[in-house]
């Protein structure tokens, strides 16, 4: 029962982190992470993780040992990286989207890890074991007899499970809105051919630029925001005729923009990179990862 609740314990504390951080950054209150719940679970399982190991490796622990908190910091160091590596790489793979992105960063490893921010693991984690995992934390669990424990468990377990399948859901969905963009987008390029009655030539080509222009930035991870930018300088060439297919497409995107960016998901993660590309075009050698 100890490592569940220190799982929920962490996860608390990293929320708590990554909405204070995005407060300072932004000025506003956001519910960070994919759950409706105040928690993070990567920062549980990489503290739980850490624990598992300490316990194994270390009988006797001295927290002025500076060999012994070298070795933690580089152990949070690790284990945070490989976190964020395999939790955004799924991601990805499974939802079409790059929910962080630090391809702008030094030093980094596919846009999911960044040496800077893996290093600020490293330290906040450290100094979390030090002076509050091992003096405060695990004394406390002792007090605290099993019965309890156990309920306290079951109790959070419950609701973390129920959370979990509601976010399933709502990610299902969020993938649907994604793939439904991509499909429109293609749909407007396809029928641009409707707009060679316009009066003016200029029009249309500055159309098709555009909707060329949103189909890349799909396709190399453009940020969301970018893509809602460039569906409303469409609008600006698109004819106003309702019964014009581009204008029904472009109807139809705007839409979905506006679905896409109301839900929680985008809110919590406003730095969305879409990723969504034909097969074919990453066969022949279309790779966005560049």
């Given amino acids: 029962m100890d490592i569940v609740l220190m799982f929920f314990v962490y996860a608390f504390i990293g929320w708590i982190t990554e909405v204070f951080y995005h407060y300072i950054k932004h000025k506003r209150f956001v519910n960070r992470g994919f759950l409706h719940g105040p928690i993070v679970p990567i920062y549980g399982l990489s503290a739980v993780s850490l624990h598992l190991f300490a316990a194994y ?6 927290t002025s040992n500076l060999l012994f908190i070298a070795i933690i910091f580089l152990t949070i160091f690790i284990i945070s990286s490989l976190f964020e590596l395999i939790g955004g790489s799924l991601l990805m793979h499974f939802f079409g989207a790059r929910w962080w992105d630090y391809s702008h960063m030094k030093y980094s490893i596919k846009g999911f890890v960044s040496l800077h921010f ?4 490293g330290f906040f984690g450290t100094g979390l074991f030090v002076g509050f995992h091992q003096p405060i934390l695990l004394p406390l669990l002792s007090t605290i007899d099993t019965e309890t424990k156990s309920l306290f468990a079951t109790i959070l377990l419950t609701v ?10 709502a990610l299902m969905n969020f993938k649907s809105l994604l793939l439904q963009l991509k499909n429109n987008v293609e749909s407007l390029k396809q029928n641009s051919e409707y707009l060679q009655g316009s009066k003016e030539k200029s029009n249309l080509n500055a159309f098709r630029n555009n909707i060329g222009k949103i189909i890349q930035g799909l396709k190399n991870h453009e940020s969301f925001k970018k893509v809602e930018n460039k569906v409303d300088q469409i609008r600006l060439i698109v004819p106003e005729q309702k019964d014009l297919k581009p204008y029904k497409a472009y109807e139809s995107i705007k839409r979905i923009t506006t679905k896409i960016s109301n839900t929680r998901l985008y809110r919590a993660f406003p730095n969305l990179r879409i990723a969504l590309r034909r097969k074919e075009n990453i066969k022949n050698g279309d790779d966005d990862e560049k």
Wanted: glycine share 0%; hydrophobic share 60%.
């Fill in 118 to 121: 893996s290093l600020a693991w």
């Fill in 57 to 62: 490796y270390f009988t006797e622990v001295i």
């Fill in 160 to 169: 973390y499970v129920i959370d979990t399948v509601f976010t399933l859901f």
